[in-house]
Nanobody, 124 residues
Framework: QVQLVESGGGLVQPGGSLRLSCTPSGRTFVGYATAWFRQAPGKERTFITGINWSDGHTYYADSVKGRFTVSGNSAENTMYLQMNSLKPEDTAVYYC?????????????????WGQGTQVTVSS
């Protein structure tokens, strides 16, 4: 089983930017679909974006389209989430998820491997 390690969270002012990273421990993302989910206090964990490492296709939730960009760097074996124009409502714990030999899914059940989460707080 792959252990996923996220980093890059923190406190940022509204309108600011952050970049999150997700790296698998022990293997590569080749052949995987990987995604970012987020969970705000008292709310469900929801899909925000994902990438299919086999064909490079990316998918976005409407709430982040145009502001967030997901990318996969094979040489670095890392998935990135570039977050721009951040809003207070983006405040949440952000989770990296992975599923081998699958397309990007928008539900939690579509992934069997998860990171520990990284906190993103957008506040002035």
């Amino acid at each position: 089983q792959v252990q996923l390690v996220e980093s890059g969270g923190g406190l940022v002012q509204p309108g600011g930017s952050l970049r999150l990273s997700c790296t698998p421990s022990g293997r590569t993302f080749v052949g995987y679909a990987t995604a970012w989910f987020r969970q705000a206090p008292g709310k469900e964990r929801t899909f925000i974006t994902g990438i299919n490492w086999s064909d490079g296709h990316t998918y976005y939730a409407d709430s982040v389209k145009g502001r967030f960009t997901v990318s996969g760097n094979s040489a670095e074996n890392t998935m990135y989430l570039q977050m721009n124009s951040l809003k207070p409502e983006d405040t949440a714990v952000y989770y990296c998820a992975a599923q081998f030999h699958a397309d990007v899914a928008t539900t939690i059940k579509g992934y069997d491997q998860w990171g520990q989460g990284t906190q993103v707080t957008v506040s002035s």
